[in-house]
């Protein structure tokens, strides 16, 4: 049995298929960017005058969140993208008493901090804090960051949850010198329940266009 089809069904056909594959092949790009913060970290007990550098040469070691900018696809799934880096400078924190600071009384100072940055995915933006740990002693400090809490962003039919991730320890003992660590945070990118409408359907519309004139061509031509 041999089935006719006409041109104007062929056509028609064509257009669904075409659509179908627009649709489904089209990929979303969106860039992001993460900005600073930055904290130094002076002991509890100020270092008298008699201390070797000085009541003036112990300001505290520094901790940046140095930020970062990339794009990725809005594409179902996880990825680990950058966030910047955690940088770490030695600035001399006082570990010593009010009236001793030989490495026998040198204490372990310790803190706990939280930065709190910007996020920006596409349009959409929100606030990323992560909180961490500086141990200074005598010879070299460190500092760590703990997984941060979870910010989800909704954008035009896609979720991307991102997560911090821990980072550490970050070790530092020369005086002035930086050190650095790469932060990375996990993407988690979900198709939500509200359609891209806008960019689709302008993409659609006008590839229905052009496969219409097309198909009127077509049908022309048959007809001669």
Do not use: C, H
Not at 5 to 31: D, E, N
Not at 61 to 72: A, E, Q, R
């Amino acid at each position: 049995m041999i089935i006719y089809v006409s041109s104007r069904a062929a056509r028609i056909v064509a257009i669904f298929a075409f659509l179908g594959w627009l649709t489904s092949a089209k990929a979303i790009t969106v860039p992001y960017s993460v900005g600073d913060w930055t904290g130094q970290f002076a002991a509890p007990t100020p270092a008298p005058a008699g201390a070797p550098l000085g009541a003036g040469g112990y300001p505290g070691d520094v901790v940046t969140f140095t930020g970062t900018s990339g794009s990725f696809n809005l594409v179902s799934g996880t990825s680990l993208l950058s966030l910047g880096t955690l940088a770490l400078t030695i600035y001399n924190t006082y570990g010593g008493t009010a009236t001793d600071w030989s490495e026998a009384d040198w204490q372990l100072v310790a803190f706990d901090f939280t930065g709190y940055r910007t996020l920006s995915i596409g349009s959409a933006s929100g606030t990323l804090g992560q909180s961490g740990s500086l141990a200074t002693g005598w010879s070299a400090d460190a500092a760590s960051l703990i997984t941060g809490p979870t910010i989800i962003f909704n954008l035009p039919g896609y979720n991307v949850a991102v997560t911090p991730q821990a980072v550490g320890p970050l070790d530092g003992w020369n005086v002035g010198d930086t050190y650095q660590l790469n932060i990375v945070g996990k993407f988690t990118v979900t198709q939500s329940s509200v359609p891209d409408t806008g960019s689709t359907l302008a993409l659609l519309g006008s590839a229905l266009i052009g496969l219409m004139v097309w198909g009127r061509k077509f049908e022309a031509a048959q007809t001669v």
